[in-house]
């Protein structure tokens, strides 16, 4: 699928050493989805500490918390509108993030056990 920017990448599913590269380069992860209920994505890419923008769907915005962002539900402008603010806002973003990224692993890890 081709896109007007080239630092915009869509690709298809990915795992293992592909996907911690990418989550180890993303400066941002957006789940635009509707229709799932809680995201193994969304948690892979809080997990690897990035900055996340998911739609309001409730099951994104109970795992998200104060550790990320959501647009409307179907609301294209407004997903527009957040990335536009989150990327002026990256740096302070980054480091709000990371503090809940640490939050998160331990907790994560104490539910795997």
Known sequence: MAHASKRIKI???VAGEVLDELLT????FVLPSDLEGLSLAL???M???LCVLCSDVAE???AIDDAGFTFRRGDVPDLADRLRSMERELTDLKERVDKKSK???VLLDDVIR
Request: glycine share 10%; aromatic share 10%.
């Open 47 to 49: 997990g690897a500490g």
């Open 103 to 105: 939050q998160f692993s």
């Open 60 to 62: 994104n915005r109970e």
């Open 43 to 45: 948690l892979d890419a």
């Open 11 to 13: 690709l298809n599913w």
């Open 25 to 28: 380069n993303a400066m941002i």
